[in-house]
């Protein structure tokens, strides 16, 4: 796992922006994993603005997303349909028929899942996936307890997400406690992983995911088995981790690696 360990939330987002921006500026017609949650609103307002400015262009992408809950149609405010709309979506240049968001309106999820799967695959896997994490280390929607190397399939949510989550909708609000979500395997299947985390309520999954053991009880710590796995956290999210000024000192190297292979 390369650990990038910077100052706040804001470098968060810049950092996985610029991967991002890479990935399409090598290949226009990637196909992108995306996620959900309030970590990755940034790095989208990052990805508009470089879109705006003519820095990227998502005309030929091809997105997937992680996850979605299951009984909410994507015209209700909290499905994840509607968030990618409104937060990425509806203010760049992709053709919206290319973006695929499980189905929580399937009438047989079972079917669905495994119909996202093949639409993964049909699109030739994905290049780049964007990853937040749980307080409990869930990535997607792969509760504590996930096969680690499951496939999309339908999970139910524990409670501890669902509370978290519960700040998204109305008190009087139907809140779904089933999702469709892709595997762990599904993930790792990624050419490559970015996982952003920020805020001290993260340190303690971050320590689980970076320095824990190889658990289904963290399954975010399954990214210790990819080969090309970024994990970008602020300071606060990082203050659980035993090793920071070791991770801090790789990257480094890394970044002295990287400028001296650019300027062959
Ligand atoms: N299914 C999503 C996850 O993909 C996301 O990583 C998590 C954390 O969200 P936040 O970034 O708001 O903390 O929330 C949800 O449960």
């Known amino acids: 796992m390369q650990i990038v360990i910077l100052k706040n939330a804001a470098e968060v987002a810049a950092y996985g922006a610029d991967i991002f921006e890479k990935q399409l500026n090598r290949k226009a017609e990637s196909v992108l994993g995306l996620a959900t949650g309030s970590t990755p609103v940034a790095l989208y307002q990052n990805l508009i603005e470089k879109n705006r400015c003519g820095d990227i262009s998502f005309k030929d992408a091809v997105t997937f997303n992680l996850d979605e809950y299951l009984g909410l149609e994507g015209t209700h405010p909290q499905s994840y349909r509607f968030f990618m709309n409104e937060q990425l ?3 760049v240049d992709i053709n919206k028929d290319h973006t695929h968001v499980p189905p929580g309106n399937a009438k047989n999820p079972v079917e669905a899942c495994q119909e996202y799967e093949a639409q993964i695959a049909a699109a030739g896997g994905i290049d780049v996936q964007l990853l937040g994490i749980g307080r409990n280390g869930h990535i997607g929607f792969n509760e504590p307890s996930s096969g680690l190397t499951s496939r999309t399939r339908v999970k139910t949510l524990t409670k501890e997400t669902i509370d978290d989550n519960a700040r998204f909708f109305s008190a009087d609000e139907y809140q779904p406690h089933l999702s469709i979500t892709m595997g762990i395997g599904t993930i ?12 001290e ?4 999954a971050v320590k689980a995911t970076v320095e824990g053991p190889l658990t289904a009880s963290c399954p975010a710590s399954a990214l ?7 994990i970008v956290i602020d300071e606060a999210a990082a203050s659980k981790l035993d090793n920071i000024e070791f991770y801090k000192h790789i990257e480094a190297e890394n970044q002295k690696l990287q400028a001296h292979l650019a300027s062959l």
């Open 89 to 91: 979506f509806n203010h």
């Open 188 to 199: 790792l299947d990624a050419k490559k992983v970015v996982l952003l985390a920020t805020g």
């Open 201 to 204: 309520n993260k340190a303690e």
């Open 224 to 230: 210790q088995l990819h080969r090309d796995a970024v």
